[in-house]
Protein backbone atom coordinates (compact mmCIF):
# COMPACT_ATOMS: atom_id res chain seq x y z
CA UNK A 1 0.00 0.00 0.00
CA UNK A 2 2.47 2.54 0.76
CA UNK A 3 4.56 1.43 -2.26
CA UNK A 4 1.58 1.87 -4.16
CA UNK A 5 1.01 5.70 -2.77
CA UNK A 6 4.83 6.31 -2.91
CA UNK A 7 4.91 5.46 -6.83
CA UNK A 8 1.37 7.41 -7.44
CA UNK A 9 3.47 10.33 -5.62
CA UNK A 10 6.31 9.73 -7.49
CA UNK A 11 4.27 9.59 -10.90
CA UNK A 12 2.81 12.77 -10.30
CA UNK A 13 5.43 14.24 -9.27
CA UNK A 14 7.12 13.47 -12.12
CA UNK A 15 4.05 14.61 -14.32
CA UNK A 16 4.22 18.02 -13.16
CA UNK A 17 8.27 17.69 -13.97
CA UNK A 18 7.59 17.11 -17.53
CA UNK A 19 4.99 19.22 -18.11
CA UNK A 20 6.82 22.06 -17.19
CA UNK A 21 8.30 24.93 -19.85
CA UNK A 22 11.08 23.36 -21.37
CA UNK A 23 13.03 26.50 -20.14
CA UNK A 24 12.78 24.98 -16.83
CA UNK A 25 13.64 21.42 -17.95
CA UNK A 26 17.54 21.84 -16.64
CA UNK A 27 16.40 20.55 -13.30
CA UNK A 28 18.86 18.40 -11.73
CA UNK A 29 17.28 14.61 -10.89
CA UNK A 30 18.89 11.86 -9.04
CA UNK A 31 18.19 8.50 -8.46
CA UNK A 32 18.58 6.18 -6.09
CA UNK A 33 17.19 2.49 -4.89
CA UNK A 34 16.13 2.61 -1.15
CA UNK A 35 15.64 -1.00 -0.86
CA UNK A 36 20.03 -0.99 -2.19
CA UNK A 37 20.59 1.11 0.55
CA UNK A 38 18.61 -0.98 3.10
CA UNK A 39 20.42 -4.18 1.99
CA UNK A 40 23.68 -2.70 1.39
CA UNK A 41 24.24 -0.54 4.50
CA UNK A 42 26.45 -1.93 7.67
CA UNK A 43 23.04 -2.12 9.67
CA UNK A 44 21.15 -3.14 6.97
CA UNK A 45 23.70 -6.54 6.40
CA UNK A 46 23.89 -6.81 10.47
CA UNK A 47 19.91 -7.21 10.39
CA UNK A 48 19.99 -9.91 7.07
CA UNK A 49 22.22 -11.87 8.53
CA UNK A 50 20.14 -11.72 12.44
CA UNK A 51 17.68 -12.41 10.09
CA UNK A 52 19.07 -15.38 8.05
CA UNK A 53 20.02 -16.72 11.40
CA UNK A 54 16.44 -17.29 12.47
CA UNK A 55 14.78 -18.38 9.32
CA UNK A 56 17.29 -21.31 9.82
CA UNK A 57 16.16 -21.77 13.86
CA UNK A 58 12.88 -21.67 12.16
CA UNK A 59 13.04 -23.94 8.88
CA UNK A 60 15.01 -25.83 11.25
CA UNK A 61 11.96 -27.09 13.80
CA UNK A 62 9.55 -26.85 11.17
CA UNK A 63 11.26 -29.28 9.32
CA UNK A 64 11.48 -31.32 12.67
CA UNK A 65 7.74 -31.23 12.89
CA UNK A 66 7.07 -31.75 9.44
CA UNK A 67 9.27 -35.28 9.76
CA UNK A 68 6.99 -35.83 13.24
CA UNK A 69 3.61 -35.29 11.20
CA UNK A 70 5.00 -37.31 8.32
CA UNK A 71 5.66 -40.58 10.67
CA UNK A 72 2.03 -40.00 12.46
CA UNK A 73 0.30 -39.97 9.10
CA UNK A 74 2.57 -42.92 7.95
CA UNK A 75 1.83 -45.13 11.38
CA UNK A 76 -1.67 -44.07 11.19
CA UNK A 77 -2.15 -45.34 7.74
CA UNK A 78 -0.43 -48.40 8.50
CA UNK A 79 -2.72 -48.99 11.94
CA UNK A 80 -6.18 -48.00 10.11
CA UNK A 81 -7.18 -51.54 9.20
CA UNK A 82 -6.67 -52.79 13.19
CA UNK A 83 -8.04 -49.78 15.02
CA UNK A 84 -11.54 -49.25 16.42
CA UNK A 85 -13.66 -47.18 14.51
CA UNK A 86 -13.16 -44.58 18.39
CA UNK A 87 -9.69 -45.42 18.44
CA UNK A 88 -8.93 -43.86 14.67
CA UNK A 89 -10.87 -41.57 15.30
CA UNK A 90 -8.86 -40.38 18.19
CA UNK A 91 -5.82 -40.89 16.12
CA UNK A 92 -7.03 -38.67 13.65
CA UNK A 93 -7.72 -36.10 15.74
CA UNK A 94 -4.30 -36.00 17.56
CA UNK A 95 -3.02 -35.52 13.80
CA UNK A 96 -5.36 -32.69 13.21
CA UNK A 97 -4.58 -31.24 16.21
CA UNK A 98 -0.36 -31.27 15.80
CA UNK A 99 -1.27 -29.94 11.92
CA UNK A 100 -2.85 -27.10 13.04
CA UNK A 101 0.13 -26.72 15.28
CA UNK A 102 2.55 -26.81 12.77
CA UNK A 103 0.82 -24.38 10.31
CA UNK A 104 0.33 -22.23 13.50
CA UNK A 105 4.48 -22.56 14.01
CA UNK A 106 4.80 -21.49 10.35
CA UNK A 107 2.36 -18.81 10.49
CA UNK A 108 4.01 -17.34 13.65
CA UNK A 109 7.75 -17.50 12.25
CA UNK A 110 6.51 -15.82 9.28
CA UNK A 111 4.67 -12.80 11.35
CA UNK A 112 7.69 -12.48 13.35
CA UNK A 113 9.87 -12.51 10.30
CA UNK A 114 7.42 -9.71 8.62
CA UNK A 115 7.79 -7.66 12.27
CA UNK A 116 11.45 -7.72 12.33
CA UNK A 117 11.61 -6.25 8.55
CA UNK A 118 8.62 -3.78 9.21
CA UNK A 119 10.60 -2.90 12.66
CA UNK A 120 13.63 -2.11 10.35
CA UNK A 121 12.55 -0.61 7.92
CA UNK A 122 10.13 1.88 10.69
CA UNK A 123 13.71 2.23 11.76
CA UNK A 124 16.26 3.19 9.36
CA UNK A 125 14.09 5.18 6.09
CA UNK A 126 13.30 7.86 7.91
CA UNK A 127 16.71 8.13 8.12
CA UNK A 128 17.95 7.68 4.74
CA UNK A 129 15.22 10.28 3.92
CA UNK A 130 16.73 12.42 5.56
CA UNK A 131 20.32 11.92 4.33
CA UNK A 132 18.25 11.84 0.58
CA UNK A 133 16.84 15.51 1.40
CA UNK A 134 20.20 16.98 2.66
CA UNK A 135 21.38 15.59 -0.72
CA UNK A 136 19.21 16.97 -2.89
CA UNK A 137 19.19 20.88 -0.98
CA UNK A 138 22.74 20.60 -0.94
CA UNK A 139 23.39 20.15 -4.64
CA UNK A 140 20.74 21.78 -6.12
CA UNK A 141 18.26 18.31 -6.92
CA UNK A 142 14.51 18.89 -8.56
CA UNK A 143 13.73 15.65 -8.00
CA UNK A 144 15.01 12.57 -6.96
CA UNK A 145 13.18 9.36 -7.42
CA UNK A 146 13.54 5.78 -5.92
CA UNK A 147 13.77 3.33 -8.87
CA UNK A 148 12.88 0.42 -6.22
CA UNK A 149 9.32 2.20 -5.84
CA UNK A 150 8.82 3.48 -9.57
CA UNK A 151 9.96 1.82 -12.85
CA UNK A 152 11.79 4.02 -14.99
CA UNK A 153 12.48 2.86 -18.25
CA UNK A 154 16.37 5.15 -19.01
CA UNK A 155 17.86 7.12 -17.00
CA UNK A 156 21.31 8.38 -16.62
CA UNK A 157 23.47 6.46 -14.98
CA UNK A 158 25.48 9.50 -13.64
CA UNK A 159 22.92 10.80 -11.35
CA UNK A 160 22.46 7.21 -9.63
CA UNK A 161 23.17 8.45 -5.67
CA UNK A 162 22.73 5.36 -3.70
CA UNK A 163 26.15 4.56 -2.83
CA UNK A 164 26.46 7.98 -1.35
CA UNK A 165 23.09 7.50 0.44
CA UNK A 166 25.02 4.08 1.85
CA UNK A 167 28.06 5.72 2.41
CA UNK A 168 26.40 8.81 4.38
CA UNK A 169 23.57 6.13 6.19
CA UNK A 170 26.50 4.29 7.52
CA UNK A 171 28.61 7.29 8.80
CA UNK A 172 25.89 8.51 10.46
CA UNK A 173 24.76 4.81 12.28
CA UNK A 174 28.31 4.47 12.92
CA UNK A 175 28.53 7.84 15.21
CA UNK A 176 25.04 6.36 17.20
Known amino acids: MKKTIGAIGALVAF ?7 AASRAEKIGFL ?6 MNSRIGKAVLE ?30 RPVLTEKALRDREQ ?7 DYQDMVKDA ?6 RRQE ?8 ILKIVNAIGEKEGYTL ?13 KGNILTQRVIDEFDKTRQAK
Open 15 to 21: SIFLAAP
Open 33 to 38: HVEEVL
Open 50 to 79: ELKKNYEKNRADIQGKEKELQRLKEELEKQ
Open 94 to 100: AYQKKFR
Open 110 to 115: NDEMQL
Open 120 to 127: FLGKNVPE
Open 144 to 156: IIDLSAVPIAYHA
